[in-house]
């Protein structure tokens, strides 16, 4: 867990057995990576939990799975939504936060290592109507329509210099299908070039 504040030593109720001394411990407040909670917690040794005492009685025996990791990268991203997506409505299912309903859920929706989850509807949250399970080949094609930091307002074109650079990403790879004088002859050249595609 990340600590997000240290509160400092504090002496505890448990009693040194060696010299009978009472104990003192680091506290600080940490944030659980499952459930989002704030709790405060000693830190023994230099040792400290993965998860705050509610998350660590969870039986699902999945915390170690891609799709665990899947379930907490969605969470974050609702909860620390980044600039780029102030105007949308993004959301969790109030019972994905409970990972075994997510894992029934995605077990019977297809999902399989190698596999990701992707909103149908980038405009909404993650809800069972609105997610399924792709490759990420997919998903690349199921971006907003223009995404926050593009300046010229029309989809696949970009101001690169002096230029007007007509372009799209395929397969995690940038492609450039040229650089032109006048935005109209670049965004000409994105349609002919994503209609072969």
Partial sequence: MNMIKDLGMFDTDWIRKDNGKVRRMRKGLYCCPVCDMEVSMFVRNGNQAKTCRKCVKV???????????IWGGMKHRVKNQPDSYVDINMSLYDKWNDFSIFQTWAVE???????????????????????????VSVQQNNKR????????????????GNKWRAGKTINKKSVCFGLYDTIEDAKESYTRNTECI
């Fill in 145 to 160: 329509e223009i995404q926050a930091n593009n300046t010229s307002g029309i989809k696949g074109v970009s101001k690169q």
């Fill in 109 to 135: 929706n297809g999902y399989k290592d190698g596999l990701s989850i992707d909103r149908i509807d980038n405009n909404i949250g993650y809800s069972p109507s609105n997610c399924r399970w792709t490759t």
């Fill in 59 to 69: 039986t699902h025996g999945a915390s170690n799975t891609r799709l665990f990791k």
